[in-house]
């Protein structure tokens, strides 16, 4: 099993560079209602549905490295109230992703998409400083069995998920916890005890579907 903090040393290494990281596309997307999204490579976790994985997880092969401003300049131009980075994991390249965030006018929302398992409570508190962001922790199971099968990291780094969740509440900074949904009954999710809790549901691509027999992992809802 691996460590996702051993992963976070290798991936910073690839992807960031001081002010700039790795993006491999820039989009509208219909998510919140609408956002302008960057797409950005490595990841500290290698979940088995990982949609973005051919790119995500071999950053050296793909992308090009832009500064903070450059991403604000493309997101900007979208001409949307919404801006979120998507694809890997946004706190790998914290200078970067500080400085994005600041960049963007407080009449702007940011969502920050991440796995939460970087937000010790040093990040949290730094994200304070940030009155237009909203953060959404994206859960990957309901306890540390599932986060170890769907991500292939310890288990017990599940808790660091579950931690950046109350740090998040501890320091008051907007935010939600995310589950797929196609994955876990009503029982499961409700176990988790989040009364307000954000439904990703599973892309299947032929691939998608191939990792997911190959772990003997089924889906518990046909939609």
């Known amino acids: ?27 509208k997307t219909h998510f919140y209602g609408g956002t302008a999204t ?7 976790l290698r979940c088995i ?7 995500v997880w071999q ?13 604000f300049g493309k997101l900007n131009k979208m001409d949307l109230s919404l801006f979120r980075l998507s694809g890997g994991e946004p706190t790998i390249c914290k200078k970067h992703l500080f400085h ?10 940011f969502i920050l998409e991440t796995n939460g398992i970087l937000l010790n409570e040093e990040f949290v508190k730094e994200l304070r400083n940030f009155s237009n962001l909203f953060v959404r922790v994206s859960l990957k199971g309901i306890n540390r069995t599932t986060f170890e099968l769907i991500t292939g990291a310890k288990g017990k780094f599940f808790d660091y998920q579950l931690n950046a969740l109350k740090l998040l509440q501890k320091y008051k900074i907007k935010h ?5 949904f196609d994955l876990f009954t009503d029982d499961q999710i409700k176990s988790l005890g989040f009364s307000d809790l954000e439904y990703e549901f599973l892309i ?20």
């Open 1 to 27: 099993m691996s460590n996702p903090f051993e992963f976070t040393e290798i991936v910073k290494r690839q992807v960031c560079e001081n002010l700039k990281r790795k993006y491999y596309r820039f989009r």
């Open 38 to 44: 960057a797409d950005c490579l490595g990841c500290n």
């Open 49 to 55: 549905y990982c949609w973005a994985q051919k790119k």
């Open 59 to 71: 950053p050296e092969e793909f992308g090009t490295y832009y500064t903070s401003n450059e991403i």
């Open 100 to 109: 994005l965030i600041n960049l963007i006018p407080k009449n702007k929302l």
């Open 176 to 180: 939600r916890a995310a589950i797929l």
């Open 204 to 223: 299947k691509y032929p691939f998608v579907m191939k990792n997911l027999r190959k772990k003997n992992i089924k889906l518990v809802r046909k939609l």
